[in-house]
């Protein structure tokens, strides 16, 4: 076969013999405790993902009823009703033999220390089955192909699934403002704190400030990336994600070798959506990627929250119409309300907002009104007082005894006064 590359991986390299399923290895691939039929299996979701992009939702409903290997044998016979999915396997297998490729990636992953992860394995994440459950939307579009992955790989040693059980997304826009970081990042320590597994896209802005919010409180991250995990990307966070590799995990559905293409990002998406217990969006545009990702978010019926921000702000407007246009979606401003969301239900209950406490904020109706009639400089008497507050003299009097007793008045003379202990205001 001739060394043809296909996003970054060449088709070339030296064959090396297979061995029986009692072996260690067939064509230099690590086989472990996985029978020839799961690496066949496993070979087959690579190449299928290299022929057609993840979320395919033709190449899915095939893989589900008759396996990867068959579906990959169909697809390169051209024995598929899809026009268009025939058209694309037949000019990417013009680059190499799919299986092949998914030989060499294999290969090349396990010299880089990553992992392949598929559906029967024990750390699948089960939340992205829930993916196949989206109908399409009215246009046919939205919806159509963003079925659950059909692998994953994986750097890190933690076990995938259970990284992601307890798990929230946090997303928002590349140009992100100073307000939006620090929120960001504020929230994802102390989610983290909690013992909560912060996911994101690795980006720019609010992905990053996500990650190292993550990283400062020594908890775990998850970037899930659209390229090859040994190369990741932008480059401008190579150090960032390289400590998230190394504290937590670093995924994609790209074999090794695949490169950043600008539409594999929004395939990546409906990933973030799904795989956590809920997402929240700090800032976003008016059309953003993650402004798709919560119209995923709230398909799949999970909590979609949202922090606003100035009215004032570009980068707050997608987060402000996602609040308009979805009843669904929640307004979040701490760490105590995504996980009230999130959370099962009573282990987090975040108290509402209040102002400091004052103490005649507890006095009877009776008791304010004597109170509100007091001069605010100078004494009055206790039939001024009545007048004022339009109660009974007696009243008054009991009142006002009881109003001395909480420290709140003091007698002058023949009348009383406010006590001058009032910078708590009234």
Do not use: K
Not at 64 to 91: C, N, S, Y
Not at 163 to 174: D, N, P, Q
Not at 396 to 403: E, F, P
């Amino acid at each position: 076969m001739s060394g043809t590359a296909a996003d970054g991986v060449s088709a070339s390299g030296t064959s090396t013999s297979r061995t029986s399923a009692n072996g260690t290895s067939v064509d230099g691939i690590s086989v472990g405790g996985t029978s020839i039929g799961g690496l066949e299996d496993r070979i087959a979701r690579v190449a299928l993902t290299w022929l057609a992009e993840p979320g395919n939702r033709t190449v899915w409903a095939l893989v589900h009823q008759d396996g990867a290997p068959a579906t990959l044998d169909r697809l390169l016979t051209g024995d598929v009703p899809d026009r268009g999915l025939r058209t694309t396997v037949a000019a990417r297998a013009v680059a190499g033999d799919p299986r092949r490729i998914a030989e060499i990636a294999l290969r090349r992953g396990d010299r880089l220390g990553t992992r392949l992860v598929v559906p029967s394995d024990s750390e699948w994440p089960g939340r992205l089955n829930d993916l196949a459950t989206l109908e399409l939307d009215a246009s046919g579009r939205v919806n159509h192909d963003i079925r659950p992955p059909l692998c994953f790989w994986v750097r890190g040693e933690w076990s995938l699934g259970a990284t992601l059980e307890r798990s929230v997304s946090i997303i928002g826009a590349r140009a992100a403002t100073d307000y939006g970081t620090n929120v960001t990042g504020d929230l994802a320590y102390s989610v983290t704190c909690e013992g909560w597994t912060v996911l994101s896209g690795g980006a720019f802005g609010i992905d990053a400030a996500a990650h190292r919010g993550a990283l400062a409180a020594d908890g775990r991250t998850v970037a899930v990336l659209a390229c090859g995990v040994e190369r990741p990307y932008p480059a401008g966070n190579s150090a960032l994600l390289e400590r998230v590799a190394e504290t937590g995990l670093l995924i994609s559905e790209w074999p090794i070798g695949a490169d950043p293409l600008r539409h594999r990002f929004l395939i990546r998406n409906r990933v973030i959506a799904a795989a956590t217990a809920g997402t929240v969006v700090v800032e976003a545009a008016a059309r953003s990627g993650a402004t798709q990702t919560m119209s995923r978010v709230l398909a799949l019926g999970r909590p979609a929250m949202v922090v606003p921000g100035p009215v004032t702000s570009a980068m707050s407007v997608g987060c402000h119409e996602i609040l308009r246009s979805n009843p669904g979606a929640r307004i979040v401003t701490s760490a105590r309300e995504i996980l009230e969301e999130v959370g099962r239900i009573g282990e987090y209950l975040a108290d509402p907002p209040r102002g400091p406490e004052r103490r005649h904020d507890q006095l009877d109706e009776e008791s304010a009104l004597v109170l509100e009639a007091l001069p605010t400089n100078r004494s009055s008497t206790p039939e001024r007082i009545a007048a004022e507050a339009r109660l009974t003299l007696r009243t008054v009097l009991r009142r006002l005894s009881l109003l001395e007793i909480a420290g709140l008045v003091v007698r002058a003379g023949d009348g009383y006064a406010l006590r001058h202990a009032r910078s708590e205001g009234r």
